[in-house]
């Protein structure tokens, strides 16, 4: 059977390059957009300069990474993403220098990451999708935040990296309790033991929400926690200084 070459298709001559789908153009249609205080106006320049950038992005990102994979529909997981981006749009700040791609493209991600997990427990709960209130507004703060770091598919810790982790953890949590630290020391200490444990059963991986987590877990509040933290730096420090080969 014979084999069909590839044909290669060429750009005519003199004929302008493939103009890109979320350039600075968008960047400023969303900075406009944040601006105008006509409403009538505000969803013109949504519709026709900012929605067709969100929706190529959103695609492109949903056919890259395969999360079009589970129950949901192609049409209604990009719908549901793009409204979020939507919502959102208040949040990006451009006095920071921050493109505006780079922000949307995480905040889209790390959306469909936490949808596909939700999703994933859902239907492994045998619940139904349409009874689910499916972010909190803590989850969506999280998502939001352009401190987010890589989605947690791209955090994989590799097995033998854990177990050093772990050893660390394990030492840090030991001395904590026998050097007389305080109540709220060891409550952080046994929390973050805690987080690391569980982490692949959590939604979301950053550091912000590495500290929601921490918080909730341990029972203190932010300030109590802070100042455990600093403390307990102070450990991960010296322990660092002294097994500077695992380093």
Same mark, same amino acid.
């Given at each position: 059977?014979?084999?069909?070459?590839?044909?290669?298709?060429?750009?005519?001559?003199?004929?302008?390059?493939?103009k890109?789908?979320?350039?600075?153009?968008t960047?400023q249609a969303?900075?406009?957009?944040?601006?105008?205080?006509?409403?009538?106006?505000?969803?013109?320049?949504?519709?026709?300069r900012i929605?067709?950038?969100?929706?190529?992005?959103v695609?492109?990102?949903?056919?890259?990474y395969g999360?079009a994979?589970?129950?949901?529909?192609?049409d209604?997981?990009?719908?549901?993403?793009?409204t979020?981006?939507?919502?959102t749009?208040?949040?990006?700040?451009?006095?920071?220098?921050?493109?505006?791609?780079?922000?949307?493209?995480?905040?889209?991600?790390n959306?469909?990451?936490?949808?596909s997990r939700?999703?994933?427990?859902?239907?492994?709960?045998?619940?139904?999708?349409?009874?689910?209130?499916?972010?909190?507004?803590?989850?969506?703060?999280?998502?939001?935040?352009?401190?987010?770091a890589?989605?947690?598919?791209?955090?994989?810790i590799?097995q033998?990296?854990?177990?050093?982790?772990?050893?660390?953890?394990?030492?840090?949590?030991?001395?904590?309790? =026998?050097?007389?630290?305080?109540?709220n020391?060891?409550?952080?200490?046994?929390?973050?033991?805690?987080?690391?444990?569980?982490?692949?059963?959590?939604?979301?991986?950053?550091?912000?929400?590495?500290?929601?987590?921490?918080?909730?877990?341990?029972?203190?509040?932010?300030k109590?926690? =802070?100042?455990?933290?600093?403390?307990?730096?102070?450990?991960?420090?010296?322990?660092?200084?002294?097994?500077?080969?695992?380093?």
């Open positions: 059977m014979a084999i069909k070459k590839r044909k290669r298709i060429r750009r005519a001559k003199g004929s302008a390059p493939r890109l789908y979320f350039d600075e153009n960047q969303i900075v406009d957009f944040q601006s105008e205080e006509d409403s009538s106006e505000r969803e013109k320049i949504y519709e026709i929605l067709p950038s969100f929706s190529k992005l695609e492109n990102i949903i056919l890259i999360f994979k589970g129950s949901e529909s192609f209604v997981l990009k719908n549901d993403c793009i979020f981006l939507y919502e749009l208040y949040k990006f700040d451009n006095s920071k220098g921050t493109k505006a791609f780079s922000y949307f493209n995480v905040v889209a991600k959306w469909l990451v936490l949808n939700r999703t994933r427990r859902i239907t492994h709960n045998h619940l139904s999708l349409a009874n689910q209130d499916r972010f909190s507004a803590r989850d969506k703060d999280l998502i939001a935040n352009y401190q987010i890589r989605a947690p598919d791209e955090l994989m590799s033998e990296f854990r177990g050093e982790i772990m050893k660390t953890l394990e030492y840090i949590r030991n001395k904590v309790k =026998s050097s007389g630290k305080s109540k020391d060891i409550a952080c200490a046994e929390a973050i033991v805690t987080v690391f444990e569980q982490v692949d059963q959590l939604d979301f991986l950053n550091k912000r929400a590495i500290f929601v987590y921490v918080r909730n877990i341990s029972g203190l509040n932010s109590q926690l =802070s100042a455990s933290m600093s403390s307990i730096r102070k450990i991960y420090r010296e322990y660092k200084q002294t097994n500077k080969d695992l380093f």
